[in-house]
């Protein structure tokens, strides 16, 4: 099966694994999508508790594992277990760093992902380098470049300039200073983020795997615009880009699991942790 692709995601599940239940919705609406890329692209399954000497043989040691083949050569999976970090993951390892497209393409890719980022300008030079290697480090944004005078300035940027689409927050957002790959970095990954953040399965990887300081309000879903909430949405606009601010409950999926670990509990509501 490797020999057919070019590219190809690997899952090693276990049927009794609670994890790759989890993961298991989110897989199949990246495969979907990816189906739809130009050229397609693929991920796969496999039971590890079926092919014992399959996972033994790509060092399957956990549940759900992933590997990443590149004409047949492996590699680990490095992405997030959500479907827009899956699909990124994939196409960015699967081609270029950022796509040239028009007005359209941009607007498109715009209405259909959560995050899209744009550079406006020649595609040479020290900004578009920047661009590039910002771009080839990042796996959680869909980017694309373009030489259109009047698409960028439909958007309110010169060139060079980069603007940044989201679906939460203030969006399109215009890059500000000198276009370099460290400040770019340090953009998109504070810009990827709400800046109050309702705990999901989404934000697990840049909350914990980033090992940023967080602050979680625990309050009910049928507080969500009490006091409490008002003055962490105040403090997150303060301290934007220096901690992460979160709220929660404790009564459903991930929240739940979450109050659990932490060891808060509905009589505890409303608590700081």
């Given amino acids: 099966e490797l020999a057919k692709h070019d590219n190809l995601l690997v899952e090693f599940y276990a049927p009794w694994c609670g994890h790759c239940k989890n993961l ?33 043989r790509f060092g ?22 959500t479907e827009p970090d899956i699909s990124n993951w994939i196409i960015k390892k699967s081609g270029p760093p950022s796509k040239e497209g028009n007005c359209a393409d941009i607007a498109n890719a715009a209405e259909n992902n959560k995050l899209v ?7 040479s030079g020290e900004a578009f380098n920047a661009f590039q290697a910002a771009a080839g480090a990042n796996d959680k944004y869909q980017f694309f470049h373009s030489e259109e005078k009047e698409c960028a300035a439909s958007h309110g940027a010169q060139m060079p300039g980069l603007v940044l689409f ?14 370099n790959k460290d400040a770019l970095a340090e953009w998109l990954s504070a810009s990827s983020v709400p800046t109050l953040i309702e705990f999901s399965e989404d934000y697990i990887e840049p909350i914990f795997g980033n090992r ?62």
Avoid at 61 to 76: C, I, R, S, W
Avoid at 166 to 179: M, N, T, Y
């Fill in 24 to 56: 298991a919705p989110e897989y199949v609406k990246a495969a979907a999508k990816l189906k739809e890329q130009n050229p397609p692209q693929f991920v796969a399954k496999v039971d590890a508790t079926e092919n014992k000497a399959l996972a033994e």
């Fill in 60 to 81: 399957v040691k956990g549940f759900p594992t992933l590997h990443f083949f590149k004409n047949g050569v492996q590699q680990d999976y490095t992405g997030g277990r």
């Fill in 117 to 123: 980022v744009a550079f406006f300008g020649e595609k």
């Fill in 166 to 179: 989201r679906k939460f927050d203030e969006s399109p957002l215009l890059f500000k200073g000198d276009i």
């Fill in 212 to 273: 940023k300081a967080a602050i979680f309000l625990f309050r009910s879903a049928s507080d969500s615009e009490g006091a409490l909430q008002t003055v962490m949405r105040e403090a997150a606009e303060k301290y934007k880009g220096e901690i992460l601010f979160c709220v929660s409950d404790v009564k459903d999926g991930i929240q739940k699991r979450l109050a659990e670990f932490i060891g808060v509990e509905d009589s505890n509501m409303p608590t700081l942790r």
